[in-house]
C-alpha cells in the first residue's frame, strides 16, 4: 500500500468511527468540537473531510438519520405522541421537527403516520424489487404459542414449497470488525462477494476465520423504505473477540444485547428481498412483537459453493420488543 492509500485509509477509519458515534447517540446534542475530537481532526478541517467522504455536511446528515429515524418511528410506534418523537430524535422543538420533516418528506408527520409512508414504500420497491411473481409472496403464517423449545416460542411458516421457522431468543452482546459500504445494494450479489473477499483478505492472515465461533454477517443501519438508496449502510462484518484489533479501513462495532426475531432461510441470491418480506410481512404483524430501534442484520450460515444447490443458508434477525 502506498503513502496515499494508507493516509486515505486511515481517514476513512476516523470518519467511520465518527459515523459509528453518531449513530450510538442520534438522541443526544451533537456537537462539531465534541465529534471532531473524536475523529482527531480540528473542527475546522473535520468540516470538511467528513462533506468530503460522505457527501453531506456535518449536519445534514445528522438531520437526516433523525428524520429517518424519527419517520420510522412514526410508523412502529403509532400511540406515540409526535412531539415525544422529535425529542427523542434531538430536536429541540416539535416546531423545528415539523419544518424539517416537511421539507424532507414532502409532508406533515401525521400525514406521514396517517399513511403517506406507503406512496414512499411503493416507490422505493419499484426500484428493489424486478419479480414480484416469488415463492414467498403466498406466506401464510401459522402462529402456535404453545410450541416451546428449551424455553424458546417458535413460529411456523407454510409456503406452497418452502418451510421456515421463526424464532425469539436473546443474544449477549458482541463485537465485530467490519467493512462499510454507502448505497445501492439491493440484489447486487457481486458488491457483496467483493466485500466479503476484502474482509476475509484481512481476517484470514489474523487467525479470524478459524476459531469455532467465527461468524460473517450484515448490518443494515437504514431502512430502505425511508432512506434514498444512495444513502444507505451497510456493514459486512466478522466476529472479533475484545481483544482483537483493528486498523485502516476496517472499523469495529458493538452488536446490541437484546431480543431479536431469527428467521431461517435457504435461499438463491434473488430471494433475499422476499425472505425479507416474509418475515417484516408475514411474520411480524401476528407475532405481538414490534421492531425495536436497533440494526436489522442477515447472519450467514453456510459456504455456498459447499451446497449442493447453491443455496445461501442465512438467518434474517430483526431486533423486536413487544407489542
Not at 421539507?103 to 406507503?118: P, Q
Not at 454507502?182 to 476475509?200: I, M, N, Q, T
Amino acid at each position: 500500500m502506498d503513502d496515499n492509500q494508507k493516509f486515505r485509509t486511515e481517514y476513512a477509519a476516523r470518519i467511520n468511527r465518527v459515523i459509528d458515534y453518531i449513530e450510538r447517540n442520534i438522541d443526544q446534542k451533537l456537537t462539531l468540537d465534541d465529534l471532531a475530537r473524536i475523529a482527531a481532526f480540528s473542527p475546522f478541517h473535520f468540516h470538511r473531510i467528513f462533506a468530503t467522504f460522505t457527501g453531506e455536511t456535518l449536519n445534514r446528515y445528522i438531520n437526516r438519520l433523525r428524520l429517518q429515524k424519527a419517520a420510522s418511528m412514526l410508523i412502529s410506534t403509532p400511540d406515540k405522541p409526535i412531539t415525544d418523537i422529535a425529542l427523542d430524535m434531538g430536536f429541540s422543538a416539535s416546531s423545528s421537527f415539523a419544518r424539517a420533516f416537511s421539507d424532507y418528506y414532502g409532508m406533515s408527520a401525521s400525514d406521514w403516520r396517517s399513511g403517506g409512508w406507503k406512496s414512499n414504500i411503493g416507490k422505493m420497491e419499484s426500484n428493489c424489487r424486478e419479480d414480484m411473481s416469488s415463492p414467498w409472496k403466498d406466506v401464510e403464517v401459522e402462529i402456535d404459542y404453545k410450541s416451546f423449545r428449551a424455553g424458546k416460542q417458535l413460529w411456523r411458516f407454510k409456503m406452497k414449497e418452502n418451510k421456515i421457522n421463526v424464532e425469539v431468543r436473546t443474544i449477549e452482546k458482541f463485537e465485530v470488525a467490519y467493512i462499510r459500504h454507502v448505497g445501492p445494494y439491493a440484489g447486487d450479489a457481486e458488491l457483496f462477494r467483493s466485500l466479503f473477499e476484502k474482509l476475509a483478505r484481512w481476517a484470514a492472515p489474523r487467525g479470524l476465520l478459524s476459531r469455532p465461533d467465527t461468524m460473517f454477517l450484515s448490518i443494515y443501519h437504514d431502512d430502505p423504505n425511508i432512506c434514498d438508496e444512495d444513502s444507505l449502510r451497510t456493514s459486512i462484518c466478522v466476529r472479533i473477540h475484545p481483544d482483537d484489533k483493528v486498523d485502516g479501513e476496517i472499523g469495529r462495532m458493538e452488536i446490541p444485547a437484546g431480543q431479536y426475531a431469527f428467521a431461517h432461510f435457504e435461499l438463491d441470491p434473488s430471494e433475499y428481498g422476499d425472505a425479507w418480506g416474509a418475515v417484516m410481512g408475514g411474520w411480524l404483524p401476528k407475532s405481538g412483537f414490534q421492531c425495536d430501534d436497533r440494526p436489522t442484520m442477515e447472519w450467514y450460515m453456510n459456504d455456498p459453493e459447499s451446497h449442493p444447490e447453491k443455496k445461501h443458508v442465512v438467518e434474517i434477525v430483526i431486533p423486536v420488543k413487544p407489542l
